[in-house]
């Protein structure tokens, strides 16, 4: 059921995108990569020096703290040796704080009542019954690539959708009951995934790592406000679109708060892309002269 709301709420978030879309995120492209690789860039830092305080190896410390996917991430742990068991744990910390602060705040102070943007499917036509056949491919198709595109289930049917959107085909629209019931399967897949007897395995290190996530938090904020003062996008866009929390989540809030869910998805995509692909180039060829520093100021 998790994985079939992956791809249904990945198909709704396709349908959002317009040939106007890649034309209106064209221009932000430069300024959030900047920002993006700031803010990256900043908890990695912090991560280091907080690894030097506490009994955490840099690698897992720096993989719990970047603002990526929480199944991406994990993975990025595994194949670079770090404690997958504590990463998980730090990352769900951040988690827990996103999902708490950040649509509270985007709706209660980042509001914009003006603008109407709400994911919302064509109630008049309902497109050829064949299209399913695609949506199907889709799914087969991001279970095959799942080992190696991070949340495959949602970018791999929210990109070929966008595609064939673009291109103007009249796609099929499920009901919207549909994707109600996706929500639902998903908020009770990440509530479950969340222990708390993982947390206190964590014991005390939990508290450093929450303030990281807290800091995150201020940081995107910071950041996203910067965003908007150098872009056109109205101030829920820009702030979830630079804020650390999941693709889902960041544009299913943006429908609420009147921001773009298709932009905030398309630029959330391109941050967990940076994180996949530029946090362990980064982390190759910082930790080996990162440890070596610390041999030399423990002897």
């Not at 549909?178 to 639902?184: D, E, G, M, S």
Request: proline residues 4%; positive net charge; contains cysteine.
């Amino acid at each position: 059921m998790r994985k079939g709301s992956y791809w249904l709420l990945g198909i709704q978030i396709g349908n959002t995108f317009t040939v106007h879309t890649f034309h209106n995120v064209q221009p932000y492209l430069l300024n959030y990569t900047l920002l993006t690789l700031l803010l990256i860039g900043i908890c990695m830092v912090n991560a280091y020096l907080v690894s030097k305080w506490v009994k955490v190896d840099m690698t897992t410390s720096m993989l719990g703290s970047i603002p990526g996917g929480l199944s991406a991430v994990t993975a990025l742990s595994e194949s670079m040796k770090a404690n997958t068991g504590l990463v998980t744990i730090f990352q769900t910390i951040r988690l827990i704080s996103i999902l708490f602060i950040i649509p509270f705040a985007a709706t209660h102070f980042f509001l914009d009542s003006s603008v109407q943007t709400a994911i919302q499917l064509p109630q008049t036509e309902q497109g050829a019954w064949w299209t399913i056949v695609l949506y199907v491919t889709m799914y087969i198709l991001a279970r095959l690539t799942d080992k190696f595109i991070p949340s495959s289930l949602v970018i791999v049917p929210m990109l070929l959708t966008a595609v064939l959107q673009v291109s103007g085909m009249q796609l099929y629209q499920f009901p919207h009951l549909f994707f109600v019931l996706a929500q639902l399967t998903i908020g009770v897949y990440l509530g479950h995934s969340i222990s708390i007897r993982d947390l206190k395995k964590a014991g005390r290190l939990c508290l450093y790592y929450t303030g990281l996530s807290l800091l995150l938090i201020l940081l995107s904020f910071g950041l996203g406000y910067l965003f908007s003062l150098t872009t056109s996008l109205n101030m829920a866009t820009s702030i979830l679109s630079m804020a650390p929390g999941g693709l889902v989540e960041m544009a299913l809030t943006a429908q609420t708060t009147g921001g773009d869910p298709s932009i905030v998805s398309s630029l959330q995509t391109i941050r967990l892309l940076l994180v996949v692909l530029v946090v362990p180039l980064l982390l190759q060829w910082t930790l080996p002269k990162l440890e070596k520093h610390h041999r030399k100021e423990e002897s």
